[in-house]
């Protein structure tokens, strides 16, 4: 078992900044890949970005410059940067993970989940 447990999401206007961060416990945290996805309301969960035991593998197009994604393996935490937010990028925002080495963007192809932290971006 792997418990996720995402912190740092909140409001912010139009061209600002967050950092989402996952603190991980349970498992040997670099056997899984670590993927952040998001849901707006009336939309359907989508892969925003994903990370790997070698860097980041996975930038949705719409994030691309804008977000990075890290990890900390020590700490067992994986953050998300976010800058310049948009306001299309208010969501949820869940941290995942998946055993093995191959990212996938389907949200049924992960085993574990955190409870989610809400991204409001104000225009």
């Known amino acids: 078992q792997v418990q996720l447990v995402e912190s740092g999401g909140g409001l912010v206007q139009a061209g600002g900044s967050l950092r989402l961060s996952c603190a991980a416990s349970g498992r040997t945290f670099s056997d899984y890949v670590m993927g952040w996805f998001r849901q707006a309301p009336g939309k359907e969960r989508e892969s925003v970005a994903g990370i790997g035991r070698g860097g980041p593998i996975y930038y949705t197009d719409s994030v691309k410059g804008r977000f990075i994604i890290s990890r900390d393996n020590a700490k067992d935490t994986v953050y998300l940067q976010m800058n310049s937010l948009k306001p299309e990028d208010t969501a949820v925002y869940y941290c995942?993970?998946?055993?093995?080495?191959?990212?996938?963007?389907?949200?049924?192809?992960?085993?574990?989940w955190g409870q989610g932290t809400q991204v409001t971006v104000s225009s």
């Open positions: 995942a993970a998946r055993m093995g080495t191959l990212y996938s963007t389907s949200p049924g192809n992960y085993n574990y």
